[in-house]
């Protein structure tokens, strides 16, 4: 059976992009497990940065989503788009325009002023660098330092639930758990409460992880994906968790801004 292959969203701002891949992420959910590739351009404040972008996509297809403040590059996207026959999504022109009327008054134009260089952009920067550097158990001095502390087996969204609750700048550290490997001391030392473990159903996991083989062109038969050995991995990573105390959420069927919903609550309440 063939497996299409990822359709690509290039998404343009004059900024960051945060804003723009946040909302396609958000959008490209409703068609999980088809895959769609984000390439992120950020910056772009000429038009020799949009006809990079545009020359990109007419050589590799895909479509263009944009957060351009700038008449000027906006109009200009917009044109070539429309010459070279590329599907386009302008994310602010419309919700600007109308508010511009509803307020009756011109908008700034100024690139950026989503993401103030202030105190709360850098603790967000902080907690992201964080979750990188502390991703999937490596390096476990992270617990220590960590807001919280995500166990579970593979594939139960411990690193998307990482970038995710960095951007609430959280700083989060994830260990997974392997049977052929009892998980560091240091988990048992710090508050449980910090501590939040991920269980799944198998046979939710074993369609995960026998998807996740196919995208990396390996054999769906592999012990990865067996339902036994996921039976058994989930059976060592529920001992552990009993072992800590700590709260358990189940990602069988919640996508991942549900699940750092339930744990941001749970955070607020300890």
Known sequence: MEHPQPTRVYVVSDSVGETGESVVRAAAMQFHPVPVEIVRAPFIHDFEGIDKVMNGIRTHGGIVVFTLV????????????????????DLLG?????????????????PGMIHPLDEDYFKKVEAVEFAVKYDDGRDFSGIQKADIILLGVSRTSKTPLSMYLAHK??????????PEMQPPAAIYTVPRDKIIGLRIDPDKLNVIRQERLRTLGLAENATYANVERIKIELDFADKIMSKIGCVIFDVSNRAVEETASLIMDHIEHI
């Open 169 to 178: 700048r959280l700083k989060v550290a994830n260990v997974p758990l392997v």
């Open 94 to 110: 419309p919700v600007v325009t109308t508010l511009g009327k509803a307020l009756r008054q011109e908008p700034r134009r100024q």
């Open 70 to 89: 700038i008449p000027e590059l906006r109009d200009d996207l917009i044109a070539k788009a429309k010459q070279y026959d590329i599907p386009y999504i």
